[in-house]
């Protein structure tokens, strides 16, 4: 069945640290994939997705993810965090095979940045 | 300005008492959707609907109805079937096909006690 699994479940870092979240997903075929963010109290927001084309995609607030075809992998990075970056995240993919595509997340990640 | 609207934002249920929970859109889409958030699970597809009068079951319909009258309304059922209805519960809605990503509302939060 197709998956998508993010391996962090809680990670913690300080300010100015780099962050590296990491999502693979279990298709063979055709993905679009996204990156979700939700600060607390919020709604879920779209952080960048990926289509086609240049594999290194950037989104908002400094964020950016790389899809790596050959390891089934779309890793969400950004090189300094802020204490403002304090949300969960989720990677999302829409396993591309008939006209609907539903949008499958993973186990979502937990950032906590220390001021 | 255009998004979706869930309401109410917090719904307390006694057990046994089917509750149902509101969503509108006022983005034109075709699409729209329900997820349920649990910790640590993620988000989980409970029903979805492509076009108005039609709609498939998702990965966790039992103890769920919806209906899709108007394209603008996917008013979601949590019936007293559901084993473990408190969680947070979240709305969605994408142009035909969804490819390009979804629009979330901001959810409605269901304790049953």
């Known amino acids: 069945a197709q998956s998508v699994s993010q391996h962090n479940h809680h990670v913690i870092l300080s300010e100015a640290a780099s962050l590296e979240l990491g999502c693979n997903y279990s298709?063979?075929?055709?993905?679009?994939l996204f990156w979700y963010v939700q600060y607390p109290g919020q709604h879920l927001q779209l952080l960048l997705k990926?289509?086609?084309?240049?594999?290194l995609v950037k989104g908002i607030k400094g964020f950016e993810a790389e899809f790596i075809k050959s390891k089934f992998s779309f890793n969400l990075r950004k090189p300094s965090v802020q204490w403002s970056d304090t949300a969960e995240y989720f990677c999302?993919?829409?396993?591309?095979?008939?006209?609907?595509?539903?949008?499958?997340f993973g186990q979502g990640t937990e950032l906590s940045v220390k001021p | 300005d255009g998004g979706i609207t869930q309401s109410p934002k917090y719904l307390f249920r006694k057990e046994g008492q089917n509750v149902t929970l509101s969503c509108e859109q006022n983005?034109?889409?075709?699409?729209m959707y329900w997820y349920r958030q649990d910790p640590g699970q993620g988000l989980r597809l409970i029903y979805y609907s492509q076009i108005v009068n039609d709609f498939q079951k998702g990965d966790i319909a039992e103890g769920y109805s919806v209906s899709r009258e108007k394209k603008e309304s996917f008013p979601l059922t949590v019936t007293s079937a559901q084993k473990n209805p408190t969680a947070f519960y979240l709305c969605a809605s994408s142009i035909v096909g969804g490819l390009s990503g979804y629009t979330f509302g901001s959810g409605t939060r269901l304790t049953v006690v």
């Open positions: 999302a993919a829409i396993m591309i095979y008939n006209q609907g595509g539903k949008l499958i």
């Open positions: 298709y063979g075929g055709t993905v679009n």
């Open positions: 983005l034109n889409h075709d699409a």
């Open positions: 990926y289509f086609s084309g240049d594999p």
